[in-house]
């Protein structure tokens, strides 16, 4: 398809195991982001990449979250050692370089038991 | 600290009738607002936005208001259709470290009722 895809749909683990979310972006947009939405709550930023690097990590929450986009296109947000307040929407949006418009996922809802 | 506030958790509005959704923000370095659509179990959807430069932006059925003296904005949607029923989110950017990163609120629920 033509737009953001993340998988898994959604994704039950255990707590204390490592979980890894996907995001294809669009083709030919060089900036990604991950956001997390909690319940009752608005997307939260996580990480932008431009392109390969991780411009700007800020948002992570604590040392457990990664995220990589090696070959400037997909891009894997991995989570260590899960905890049950990481029950969240994890969407990743993508977008050309100096667009303000950017276009979000389905976005994987993971629950951590 | 929300930068980005959606006071009115809910709104329930008559086909036909006009809805107006409202959003304030903090922080006087965003240069860029949007509104975004979102369906269950779907992701935002972009639906319109507003440059900092302009207080009025129009598409069919939606218009945004901005007054950025009162750092406020608004989406007006007239008619009201049925299919307009979703949560809008109301995002701020401002062109950063963080690219284009937007700065949501909380989001208002939106009813229209037949």
């Known amino acids: 398809g033509a737009g953001v895809s993340q998988t898994p749909s959604n994704k039950v683990t255990e707590k204390g195991k490592y979980v890894e979310l996907r995001c294809d972006p669009i083709?030919?947009?060089?900036?990604l982001y991950w956001y997390r939405q909690s319940l009752g709550q608005g997307p939260e930023f996580l990480i932008y990449f431009q392109g390969t690097g991780a411009a700007d990590d800020s948002g992570l929450p604590n040392d457990r979250f990664f995220a990589v986009r090696p070959e400037g296109s997909v891009s894997t947000l991995k989570i260590q050692r899960t905890e049950r307040g990481d029950s969240a929407v994890y969407l990743c949006a993508s977008s050309l370089y100096g667009d303000t418009e950017a276009f979000f996922g389905q976005g994987t809802r993971l629950t951590v038991v | 600290d929300q930068q980005v506030k959606q006071n009115s958790p809910s709104l329930s509005v008559q086909e036909g009738r006009i809805s107006i959704l409202n959003c304030d923000y903090t922080?006087?370095?965003?240069?860029?607002f949007l509104w975004y659509k979102k369906y269950p179990a779907e992701g935002p959807t972009f639906l319109i936005s507003i440059s900092s430069i302009k207080d009025k932006n129009e598409d069919g059925r939606f218009t945004v208001f901005l007054n950025k003296s009162a750092k406020h904005l608004s989406l007006h949607i007239v008619p009201s259709q049925p299919g307009d029923s979703a949560v809008y989110f109301c995002?701020?950017?401002?062109?950063?470290?963080?690219?284009?990163?937007?700065?949501f609120g909380k989001g208002t629920s939106l009813l229209v009722t037949p």
């Open positions: 922080n006087s370095m965003f240069d860029y």
């Open positions: 995002a701020a950017s401002a062109n950063s470290n963080s690219g284009y990163a937007l700065n």
């Open positions: 083709s030919g947009h060089t900036a």
